[in-house]
């Protein structure tokens, strides 16, 4: 019996998922005209969506090159951070943009890029404290009870505090 063709309660128990529903199809020697036809143009489909599309493995080759050229320049000329020459020569400028070391930072810079920091304002600061004094180190409900910047993570609280303990404590110690 064709699987394509039948409803499933006819099939006699057979249980079939996408990948045996597809090796019926093209093996079984009774296929119909349309199924045939249906699984040749999924078939075309799948392989040029796959010539169309990149391929994972390909963008890593080409990150490694580009990652090893940038390796190979670095280890042929030393250069002394500290060193800022008055009068550069033509060869000591700048890389231009579409070069493979501004190719690597650029995918870099993009991948990770950090939000902007934003300073807390001495209510914040009371706030944390009070919270600290009334729910502990639940640093969630804190934030929650009281007024902070919208971009504040309960994170940010604990490091927030943490920095101002370390102050407090070196307050205390030098005026003792």
Known sequence: MLPGCQP????????LNSYTY?????????TCRSHRQMRQVERRAIHDRRQTLPHRGRNMKILHRVSARVRV??????????????????????????SD?????AMCRSAATRRPRVAYTQQEEDNVMEGVERFGRCWTQILQSYVFHP??????????????????SHLHSVSS
């Open 8 to 15: 499933p309660e006819r099939l006699q128990g057979s249980v």
């Open 101 to 105: 070391v501004s190719m690597m930072s």
């Open 73 to 98: 320049k670095s280890a042929q000329k030393p250069v002394d951070i500290y060193h800022f020459p008055t009068d550069a020569s033509s060869s000591d400028s700048v890389s231009p943009a579409d």
């Open 151 to 168: 971009t504040r993570t309960a994170m940010d609280l604990k490091e927030k505090y943490r920095r101002l303990m370390v102050g407090h």
């Open 22 to 30: 597809n090796i019926a199809l093209e093996t079984n020697s009774g």
